[in-house]
């Protein structure tokens, strides 16, 4: 069974850093594409904030490029987010996600989104930003 959980959100000043971790069960982290959302109000969809793909491949969104840093543990089977320089517009509930497929880490999702039936997620950790 697949079971992905995220811990490590926080309320901050904005400015301040905050570091997301998601445990998984169930799969090798290293060799699937997995990515980390947030959700967008009065949206469905959940945007794409970075993903490392089964072959390395970094993606981030522009709006946290230089910012925030995706990476994987294989050995603790876990993934993280680096999040620095937070702003008060990076409020939100944050999701980690995996997919074998491929589509989540996809140029699709990034101009699209996602949707919880695409791939696995995990039940999100908020990160709340103070000016």
């Known amino acids: 069974e697949v079971q992905l959980v995220e811990s490590g959100g926080g309320s901050v000043q904005a400015g301040g850093s905050l570091r997301l971790s998601c445990a998984v069960n169930g799969f090798a982290v290293g060799a699937v594409c997995m990515a980390w959302f947030r959700r967008t109000p009065h949206k469905e969809e959940r945007e794409r904030v970075a993903?490392?793909?089964?072959?390395?491949?970094?993606t981030y969104a522009e709006f946290v490029k230089g910012r925030f840093t995706i990476s994987k543990d294989n050995a603790k089977s876990a993934m993280y987010l680096q999040m620095n320089e937070l702003k008060p517009e990076d409020t939100s509930l944050y999701y980690c996600?995996?997919?074998?497929?491929?589509?989540?880490?996809?140029?699709?999702?990034?101009?699209?989104?996602?949707?919880?039936?695409?791939?696995?997620w995990g039940r999100g950790t908020q990160v709340t930003v103070s000016s």
């Open positions: 993903s490392l793909d089964g072959n390395g491949s970094e």
């Open positions: 996600a995996a997919d074998p497929r491929g589509l989540l880490c996809s140029e699709y999702v990034r101009r699209r989104g996602a949707t919880p039936d695409m791939g696995d």
